[in-house]
């Protein structure tokens, strides 16, 4: 992701609590700032499930509560026991091609996994990026791609989006970056800067707004997808200088990108909520007890974002 770049050795962890809050700003109204490290709670215990993994990408959950997650740089899928411990190889998936943000990127598991041993994988490839359907083994010792669902996202040095997700309606979302050009986002007829939703085996819902696999646009360079127990989706992106945004998701809507960026400009649907990207650049956003989860590359932390339908809740809850 641009304007920062991290260690690639990370390690998995699963923070208990977290004792930092953000607070939604409308355009036109003042943003709440970070509380300063020393007014900030300590964050929560945490546990170590596997470490001294090389760049880790997506993380997605099979069935027996073990975990794939992508390896961006070198296209390899390691899967990880559900109580920890040495991650096991899974196989390397083909067509990766990896660059300054590209490589392997979001991984979702199929709804029928038990049936169909189904995987699906964000690739940054050449020409195009692509979402592809993956078979693993009963093993788990290797995996064979099936099929090409999606094809024709723009390729890039930077902004790939990448995360994929399959929503309560059963259908596969996946988030794309504007390729490094800002006009992608408002183009109808490209596939980038736009949040994307497909069938499992690649065809269009009859119910897309647009007849495409688009779903709506504007978005600068999508880094997490989540839905709410009462299907609110919600989608976090990277901004450029001043504001990382949290937003929910409409049908057919314009988030702005690139005339606006978090409250700043007055084209497209306001965000939820804004962070400077210093304290920010979202990479993932989960829902849990009534919040939104960011994890903040650039920050460092975890953000938490009481939430209750389509705005945020007053205040903040409880860590």
Request: hydrophobic residues 35%.
């Amino acid at each position: 992701m641009d304007r920062r770049s991290k260690p690639a050795r990370l390690a998995i962890a699963f923070v208990v609590a977290a004792g930092l809050g953000v607070t939604a700003c409308g355009r036109g109204a003042e943003p709440t700032t970070a509380p300063s490290p020393a007014s900030a709670p300590a964050l929560g215990e945490r546990t170590e499930l596997v470490t001294r993994l090389e760049a880790p990408w997506g993380l997605a959950f099979l069935p027996d509560g073990s975990a794939l997650v992508s390896l961006r740089l070198s296209g390899r899928i390691v899967r990880v026991p559900a109580d920890g411990g040495e991650a096991e190889p899974v196989g390397t998936v083909p067509g990766v091609r990896t660059s300054s943000e590209g490589g392997l990127l979001g991984l979702a598991v199929s709804p029928r996994f038990a049936a169909d041993r189904t995987v699906f994988a964000y690739v940054s490839g050449s020409p195009t990026n692509r979402v592809v359907a993956l078979r693993i083994a009963e093993d788990h010792r290797s995996l064979t791609r099936t099929r090409v669902l999606l094809d024709g996202i723009r390729t890039a040095d930077r902004h790939h989006g990448g995360r994929l997700r399959i929503g309560p309606d059963g259908n596969l979302w996946i988030g794309t970056g504007d390729a490094f050009e800002p006009e992608n986002a408002a183009d109808d007829t490209s596939l980038n800067g736009k949040i994307l939703r497909i069938r499992p085996d690649g065809t269009i819902p009859g119910d897309n707004p647009s007849g495409t696999a688009i779903y709506s646009s504007g978005h600068r360079n999508v880094q997490g997808i989540t839905f709410g127990p009462d299907g609110t989706m919600y989608a976090s992106e990277l901004g450029h200088r001043t504001w990382d945004e949290v937003n929910v998701l409409r049908a057919g809507a314009d988030y702005g990108w690139p005339e606006a960026e978090g409250i700043e400009g007055d084209t497209g649907e306001p965000p939820i909520a804004t962070i400077h990207p210093d304290d920010a650049s979202p990479s993932g956003v989960a829902y849990a007890r009534g919040s939104l989860w960011i994890g903040a590359l650039g920050g460092q932390r975890l953000w938490q974002l009481p939430v209750r339908g389509s705005a945020p809740s007053a205040g903040r809850s409880p860590t």
